[in-house]
């Protein structure tokens, strides 16, 4: 007999007695892109930049995931967040990150829409709730290398559950495991509700910093002319 995970569909979310769902952290590759690429243009649409969102599957096939692949966070690193009704199989197929699996109690039944939308792609029932994606980077004044997240999303209906801290907390156990020295990432000035969730977490929020970005037709002029245009720094 198969177990419950496997015999569940994604349209049994939410059942209204269902106080309890199982987490599964893990490893994404390229049966993810459709999804990833869902997730992504619905983080464009909260963060009011879908006029920046020009990625595809095609591109981010590509870019996320060559072959032969690179080991986890050594590289950009998607891991993906998924949900079940019922307890999640182990499965240590990925040696180089075993999933994580965490119980987590409801105070309530969810209400989630689009959960037939988000099936995982690895069956079981699962639905996919979000994602971060991170990279390496390195600090001069410290000597030491680090892991920057450029995204961390989980969608609408799967918020305010502690979700997005457990992404957050498996990327610094990585980068404490790798010997590094800091974990970083950006957010919107007006989501006050992000940075206050971060400065709870200890983080500090630097407000000095400002990002410099060169893209479009910028980057593209800038980068094809060597000669020194002046503002010399």
Same mark, same amino acid.
């Given at each position: 007999?198969?177990?419950? /995970?496997?015999?569940?569909?994604?349209?049994?979310?939410?059942?209204?007695?269902?106080?309890?769902?199982?987490? %599964?952290?893990?490893?994404?590759?390229?049966?993810?892109?459709?999804?990833?690429?869902?997730?992504?243009?619905?983080?464009?649409?909260?963060?009011?930049?879908?006029?920046?969102?020009?990625?595809?599957?095609?591109?981010?096939?590509?870019?996320? +995931?060559?072959?032969? =692949?690179?080991?986890?966070? %050594?590289?950009?690193?998607?891991?993906?967040?998924?949900?079940?009704?019922?307890?999640?199989?182990?499965?240590?197929?990925?040696?180089?990150?075993?999933?994580? *699996?965490?119980?987590?109690?409801?105070?309530?039944?969810?209400?989630? =829409?689009? /959960?037939?939308? +988000?099936?995982?792609?690895?069956?079981?029932?699962?639905?996919?709730?979000?994602?971060?994606?991170?990279?390496?980077?390195?600090?001069? +004044?410290?000597?030491?290398?680090?892991?920057?997240?450029?995204?961390?999303?989980? !969608?609408?209906?799967? !918020? !305010?559950?502690?979700?997005?801290?457990?992404?957050?907390?498996?990327?610094? %156990?990585?980068?404490?495991?790798? &010997?590094?020295?800091? *974990?970083?990432?950006?957010?919107?000035?007006?989501?006050?509700?992000?940075?206050?969730?971060?400065?709870?977490?200890?983080?500090?929020?630097?407000? =000095?910093? %400002?990002?410099?970005? $060169?893209?479009?037709? /910028? $980057? !593209?002029?800038?980068? &094809?002319?060597?000669?020194?245009?002046? &503002?010399?720094?």
């Amino acid at each position: 007999m198969a177990p419950a /995970a496997a015999t569940a569909t994604a349209t049994d979310l939410p059942l209204p007695e269902q106080q309890a769902i199982w987490i %599964r952290i893990r490893l994404a590759d390229n049966r993810d892109v459709s999804i990833i690429h869902r997730l992504i243009h619905q983080m464009a649409v909260f963060e009011r930049l879908t006029d920046l969102f020009s990625a595809t599957e095609s591109s981010l096939s590509t870019t996320l +995931f060559p072959s032969p =692949p690179l080991p986890p966070f %050594r590289s950009f690193t998607v891991l993906i967040l998924e949900i079940s009704l019922s307890p999640i199989p182990e499965d240590e197929s990925d040696l180089d990150f075993p999933p994580i *699996v965490r119980q987590i109690a409801l105070g309530s039944a969810v209400d989630d =829409p689009e /959960a037939e939308a +988000f099936a995982s792609p690895r069956g079981g029932g699962l639905v996919v709730a979000g994602f971060v994606l991170c990279f390496p980077n390195y600090s001069t +004044f410290m000597a030491r290398p680090g892991l920057y997240v450029e995204d961390l999303f989980v !969608r609408e209906a799967w !918020r !305010r559950l502690g979700m997005g801290r457990m992404m957050l907390s498996v990327v610094a %156990r990585e980068a404490a495991r790798m &010997g590094c020295g800091r *974990v970083e990432w950006c957010v919107l000035d007006w989501n006050t509700n992000a940075i206050d969730f971060y400065e709870g977490m200890g983080a500090e929020v630097l407000q =000095p910093w %400002r990002i410099c970005r $060169l893209s479009g037709e /910028a $980057l !593209r002029s800038y980068a &094809g002319n060597e000669d020194d245009r002046g &503002g010399r720094i």
